[in-house]
């Protein structure tokens, strides 16, 4: 049974009640259902605690995805005591920082629209974040993009989720943004990330299965805060909150 990726519905739900259905060998724990979010596409996994039927709080210091794709692995320091399999438990986000990553993570989708290069790889922080443009010339102007993005925010617009067929990516491949992170498959369906409307204008669209903020105006002010030279024709931005 692979685990139930609550996150995917509802980004701002922050604790389920789960059942453990297996402790790996390195200890890590896989519940029947979760809301943390596993390291994936340049946003890492997600941090809080298990809260047991005792009250007692153990911490979760990560989440990753186990070997074949259908599990988060709920990660725990060495020393914590482990759940068995048949337990029950509240399992708990770490709120403050899950909630900045969608809003980074959201503006990052705002960035790959004001500069509409191919994206080789990216990663997205608590407070600064960044992608990678595969742009063959300089000149890039921080103000410009800066005024750009927030021009974007200020638009207010919804963000939305829908799903395609695996066979319909291959028939839009130009949705695709990235280069280095390909989209999540093996379901035979593909999540799309929609920022704007049919009616009022899509500002963009594109397969993700990160975590985002419901409206434009969650992610407040940003600033891009460096570019830097990775190669002959990779430069890196990074976007950090004003």
Request: glycine share 10%.
């Amino acid at each position: 049974m692979a685990t139930e990726l609550l996150f995917r519905d509802d980004a701002y739900r922050s604790e389920t009640p789960a059942t453990v259905i297996d402790v790996t060998p390195e200890g890590g724990v896989v519940l029947d259902r979760t809301v943390f979010y596993a390291t994936a596409g340049g946003q890492p996994g997600d941090t809080g605690w298990f809260v047991g039927a005792d009250g007692a709080a153990t911490a979760i210091t990560g989440a990753v995805w186990s070997p074949d794709k259908q599990h988060v692995v709920h990660l725990l320091a060495p020393e914590a005591t482990r759940p068995a399999p048949g337990d029950t438990l509240i399992a708990r986000l770490d709120w403050a920082p899950r909630y900045n990553r969608m809003r980074m993570h959201t503006a990052l989708h705002l960035l790959s629209v004001a500069l509409p290069y191919p994206v080789t790889g990216g990663s997205i922080g608590e407070q600064e974040s960044r992608l990678d443009f595969d742009i063959p010339d300089a000149g890039l102007d921080k103000d410009a993009i800066t005024a750009r993005v927030n021009e974007l925010i200020a638009t207010d617009a919804a963000v939305t989720e829908s799903w395609i067929t695996d066979e319909e990516l291959d028939a839009n491949p130009g949705l695709v943004k990235t280069l280095s992170v390909k989209p999540p498959r093996g379901s035979g369906r593909v999540r799309l990330v929609r920022i704007g409307s049919i009616d009022n204008g899509v500002i963009d669209l594109q397969p993700c299965g990160g975590t985002h903020v419901r409206r434009l105006s969650e992610i407040g002010a940003v600033v891009v805060s460096k570019i830097e030279k990775k190669g002959q024709q990779n430069r890196r931005i990074r976007l950090a909150f004003a």
